[in-house]
């Protein structure tokens, strides 16, 4: 079956560390999305690419970084320079317009220890 | 930008009550509109979307919206709510020329036996 899988479902990290995240899908879906969750702040946009090479900041892209290499994969890195990591971090990806919707993965939960 | 407002970040229904959980949004076209839900720990799932057809959309496990263009609104609603409708609920607006949504803060629903 098609879908997007994140891994791990669970990471600790300590301060100072930079970490990455898993992100791929076999949608064949152009566009990919890196969102952050924390409570009662609903979803927040950190990156997104919508083709191979190419990637733009969201609202929040200060202390991440992301790399698409690949159209399967869309890796997030949290760099020692995020100041609050700790959170729900979700992947998404599309087909071309937003017409489609969204499928999203099953997150990473990263706790800094 | 667009923008989404969810009025009322925590809803709590009898079983077998209506669910009614509210969603508005800001722009002078009418967008694209999308109602997700999350269980914990987990990614978001698509409930239903607008995408200028029937102004009544109907999803799964029940759900429905309806569309009103002069109240800028896209309210879910459920006849019937069951136990397993316990969850988090999240609206997201797009415009017709964008390529990322804008969700809403979320709404949690408690379905109380």
């Known amino acids: 079956d098609g879908g997007i899988t994140q891994s791990p479902k669970y990471l600790f990290r300590k301060e100072g560390q930079n970490v990455t995240l898993s992100c791929e899908q076999n949608l064949n879906h152009d566009a990919m999305y890196w969102y952050r969750q924390d409570p009662g702040q609903g979803l927040r946009l950190i990156y997104y690419?919508?083709?191979?090479?190419?990637?733009q900041k969201g609202d929040i892209a200060e202390g991440y970084s992301v790399s698409r290499e690949k159209k399967e994969s869309f890796p997030l890195t949290v760099t020692s320079a995020q100041k609050n990591p700790t959170a729900f971090y979700l992947c998404?990806?599309?087909?071309?317009?937003?017409?489609?919707?969204?499928?999203f993965g099953s997150g990473t939960r990263l706790t800094v220890v | 930008a667009q923008s989404v407002t969810q009025l009322g970040s925590h809803v709590s229904v009898s079983e077998g009550a209506l669910v009614l959980l509210r969603c508005n949004y800001s722009s002078s076209v009418p967008p694209y509109l999308f109602w997700y839900v999350q269980y914990p720990n987990q990614g978001l799932q698509l409930l239903l979307k607008y995408t200028s057809a029937a102004t009544l959309v109907k999803g799964i496990n029940g759900f429905e919206a309806e569309f009103k263009k002069s109240e800028t609104s896209f309210h879910l609603t459920k006849p019937s709510a069951h136990m397993s409708d316990a969850a988090e609920y999240f609206c997201a607006v797009s415009d017709r020329a964008g390529n990322q949504f804008y969700f809403g803060t979320g709404t949690s629903l408690t379905v109380i036996p």
């Open positions: 998404a990806s599309s087909q071309t317009g937003v017409f489609y919707g969204y499928t």
């Open positions: 690419s919508q083709i191979v090479n190419d990637f």
